[in-house]
């Protein structure tokens, strides 16, 4: 490679860096991404991602709203999708959500890590809109008595600490053999039968 710049030349650099970027980062962690790293990877000169992307962390802020937008995505389209019970609609929620944090686990690290930011309410708007669907199940399984508790948030963000200590669980492979699935629903019966109303 000479040192002169290589030309611009991709139709949607963006996309191209967050896609490069979101590989890099659940290979590397964040420190190691590099905006001119990735320009090289992707044969373009080292200033061109800074027309997208002014600083790392504006790179990073935009890896966490697209992860958050397709957790969100995939969160709507299950639970769409599943109709039945509180306890099997909360089952495919589950499942999705430890599916995608076992696949991307860098990558929700990161959509979480500055969620509350307000220097970047676009973080907390589409962590807002991602688990809107989960939201509007618990807060309804309060409202019709399938549940006990006089605050859904409580109770959310308990079914949200369960998910992401059965997430780590199965990263590490504690499950063993057994199918992860299997482990979801059987976590996800015996924490609803805690919740409802005997």
């Known amino acids: 490679m000479t040192g002169t710049a290589t030309p611009y030349h991709h139709g949607n650099l963006r996309a191209a860096l967050l896609a490069l970027a979101e590989r ?4 590397a962690g964040v420190t190691g991404l590099s905006l001119r790293e990735l320009a090289r990877e992707l044969g373009v000169s080292h200033g061109a991602p800074r027309q997208h992307f002014p600083d790392k962390q504006a790179l990073l802020d935009a890896l966490a709203v697209r992860g958050l937008q397709r957790l969100g995505s995939e969160l709507d389209g299950g639970l769409g999708r599943t ?6 609609r909360l089952t495919a929620f589950a499942r999705i959500y430890v599916w995608f944090a076992t696949q991307h686990p860098a990558l929700l690290a990161l959509m979480f890590a500055r969620k509350d ?15 809107a669907a989960p939201s509007a199940l618990i807060y309804g ?7 006990v508790g006089d605050d859904p948030d409580r109770v959310a963000m308990a079914v949200l600490a369960t998910l ?6 199965v990263t590490s492979g504690m499950i063993g053999d057994r199918a992860v699935d299997s482990v979801v ?13 005997q």
């Open 24 to 27: 890099k980062l659940e290979q």
């Open 83 to 88: 109709t039945g019970s509180f306890e099997e």
């Open 117 to 131: 930011d307000p220097t970047r309410p676009e973080l907390q708007e589409a962590n807002e809109r991602a688990f």
């Open 141 to 147: 399984a309060v409202d019709n008595g399938d549940i």
């Open 164 to 169: 992401q200590g059965l997430a780590a669980i």
């Open 185 to 197: 629903s059987g976590t996800i019966h015996t924490l609803v039968h805690g919740l409802r109303a």
